[in-house]
């Protein structure tokens, strides 16, 4: 469920609109069952991403939802593109450029130029695997963004046993490995909140305990902790 508070957090009202979303009794419980993410704001707009109903995009301040799954592939879903349904894992709105969209799906990876009406996948490019949790954007540049492959909805460890970051300069067109000083044999997992970037870095934790960082725009990554229980969130905030 979506909370609003108007008092700085000490009470705080459910989202009525969209829990009794029109779509409701179509939207899927998922493996872990439905879960509210994603939370944007961009240019008077806010975008949330429910496991496994989609992304949904509000003009309004939440008093009314629009789903935003044009073209979103449901593999598990007896229709091939659902109106709802989807299983969104991540949703980013770019800091620089508010109308686009980038997301990691439970079937492909995807960006909107449009603020959702319209999606376009990017995995068959350059990617080992359609299938992951992290993304992550560089807020000076809207045509790169970063995306950690797992092997499979079934097999939730990284794809090919290669602890890879993936890297996309020209809006998703390509990607390449961008993986210098991370260990080339690696079966973990990082989760959906486990990636997170700021103006000059990249942050990720994984289930095994460990935390990764590297510049923005490429070069090495190092591991900044170890031996950590499983890492559930990762976060960057200015110093």
């Known amino acids: 469920m979506l909370f609003r508070s108007n008092d700085r957090g000490v009470n705080w009202e459910v989202n009525r609109a969209i829990l009794e979303h029109p779509t409701r009794e179509k939207w899927q419980p998922g493996a872990g069952g439905l879960c509210c993410h994603s939370i944007q704001l961009a240019n008077g707009n806010m975008y949330i991403a429910i496991s496994a109903a989609g992304a949904f995009r509000s003009e309004d301040a939440g008093e009314s939802w629009t789903p935003i799954n044009k073209d979103v592939a449901a593999d598990f879903h007896p229709e091939k593109n659902p109106e709802v349904g989807q299983c969104v894992h991540k949703l980013l709105a770019h800091p620089q450029n508010p109308d686009r969209l980038w997301q990691q799906n439970h079937c492909g990876v995807y960006r909107s130029d449009d603020r959702g009406d319209n999606w376009e996948r990017l995995d068959q490019n350059g990617l080992p695997s359609d299938f992951g949790f992290g993304l992550a954007l560089d807020p000076g540049d809207p045509d790169v963004a970063y995306v950690i492959p797992e092997q499979s909805a079934e097999n939730r460890f990284t794809a090919d046993g290669r602890l890879g970051v993936y890297r996309t300069t020209d809006a998703g067109a390509s990607w390449e490995l961008a993986a210098k000083g991370l260990p080339e044999r690696a079966w973990v997992a990082v989760l959906r909140e486990g990636f997170a970037f700021d103006e000059s870095g ?27 229980p499983p890492i559930l969130s990762v976060e960057a905030a200015p110093s």
């Open 202 to 228: 990249l942050y990720f934790g994984t289930q095994s305990g460990s935390v990764w960082v590297a510049p923005q725009g490429g070069g090495e990554w190092i591991e900044a902790a170890r031996d950590l």
